[in-house]
């Protein structure tokens, strides 16, 4: 049975890859499957170092998305978040945006812990705004579905804040 599935594997590698590298060649992004479910219209970069360099080259903010497949509180705000086209227009246009599925070494990405979802904004100066909460003071970084309010607040509050510190 192994041996089958290596086999498998092996066939399905073969005619994945020459597809993928047509459409590198051709200059067609391939499809998107950074955004993991949060938006495919967004640009949205691999890692939390590439989040920091595009935010400080076209100053605007990064938007730090900590979530993980298996949470249901995740996969229930994804959906919101999907579908919300002020928060996609924004998050498009505005943003520099990353969702994580793990834990990076920037301590200051989990100041009250690390927990899923989990929103943080970080400013083009590279600073973590710990400033900008949502609704509950004992999970000050998560929101729920009917708090997207709560988060278009505070996307339009990261970009007043740079727009009055630079």
Known sequence: VMLYSTLDLCLLLA???????????KGKRPPQT??????????WVQTYEEGLFHAQKSKKPLMVIHHLENCQYCQALKKVFAQNEEIQEMAQNNFIMLNLMHETTDKNLSPDGQYVPRIMFVDPSLTVRADITGR?????????PQDLPVLIENMKKALRLIQSEL
Do not use: F, M, Q
């Not at 950074?34 to 640009?43: H, N, P, V």
């Open 15 to 25: 005619t994945v890859s020459p597809n993928l590298a047509i459409a590198i060649k």
């Open 136 to 144: 509950y003071s004992n999970r000050l970084y998560t929101y729920e």
């Open 34 to 43: 950074l955004s993991r479910g949060w938006g495919d219209d967004i640009t």
